[in-house]
């Protein structure tokens, strides 16, 4: 069964550097999608990707985030200058929007951690 | 924007019937995902409703009713590997993306 996949599974870094989450979507999806988990919290959606370009972001998502698709396959989360509260489950899903269900399929999320 | 309220945890004993509650209040409703999460994982999809009434999937059925902007997960013949969070997410406006709830944890004990 295709699968949505991540990398790495944690990640463990100094406050105030840079991170960079990947992501391959499942291949004939056409929509992509990172959210974050803090932990104990709900799920939050952080931006969506269509097309090439941002389709929709929530507030969280601010200067500090940018997402790429630099090829046909991956799809990454960056976090420029990471602070401890971007201490969280990281994550990506995708859709097919063709699908009557439109369901977003999770990959299993990189666990980050800002110290 | 949009509101979603489930309890915040339940118990059910194994071999039981459950029903966990979501209501949400929205603008342009799509329609309402449920999905199941375990502990350190992610999230997956269980069922997704757009239309008013029960749509049963083996142990796990789901009911909306959009008028009332209420739905239900009911779990039957619970097994102790059911316990985990259960999380309404709604679909609204022109959107695909798809919005959570905090989630309802689950404790299945013998």
């Known amino acids: 069964e295709p699968e949505v996949t991540q990398t790495p599974s944690h990640q463990v870094t100094q406050m105030g550097q840079e991170v960079i989450l990947r992501c391959v979507p499942i291949?004939?999806?056409?929509?992509f999608y990172w959210y974050r988990q803090i932990l104990g919290q709900k799920v939050e959606f952080l931006v969506s990707f269509y097309n090439n370009e941002i389709s929709e972001k929530s507030e969280i998502f601010d200067d500090q985030f940018s997402v790429e698709r630099p090829d046909g396959s991956n799809f990454t989360l960056k976090i420029r200058s990471t602070k401890l509260e971007d201490s969280a489950m990281y994550f990506c899903a995708s859709s097919d929007p063709g699908q009557v269900n439109t369901e977003a399929f999770f990959g299993q999320g990189t666990r980050l951690t800002v110290v | 924007g949009q509101n979603i309220d489930q309890p915040t945890e339940m118990t059910a004993t194994e071999g039981a019937i459950v029903q966990i509650n979501c209501t949400y209040q929205t603008s342009g409703f799509n329609g309402l995902f449920w999905y199941q999460q375990h502990a350190g994982e992610a999230p997956t999809f269980l069922s997704y409703n757009v239309l008013d009434g029960l749509e049963e999937k083996g142990r796990f059925s789901s009911f909306l009713s959009r008028s009332k902007g209420y739905s239900y997960l009911l779990l039957k013949e619970l097994q102790m590997k059911d316990s985990a969070s259960y999380l309404c997410?709604?679909?609204?406006?022109?959107?695909?993306?798809?919005?959570f709830g905090r989630g309802t944890s689950l404790i299945v004990h013998p």
């Open positions: 291949s004939n999806h056409l929509y």
């Open positions: 997410a709604v679909v609204s406006g022109g959107s695909y993306i798809p919005t």
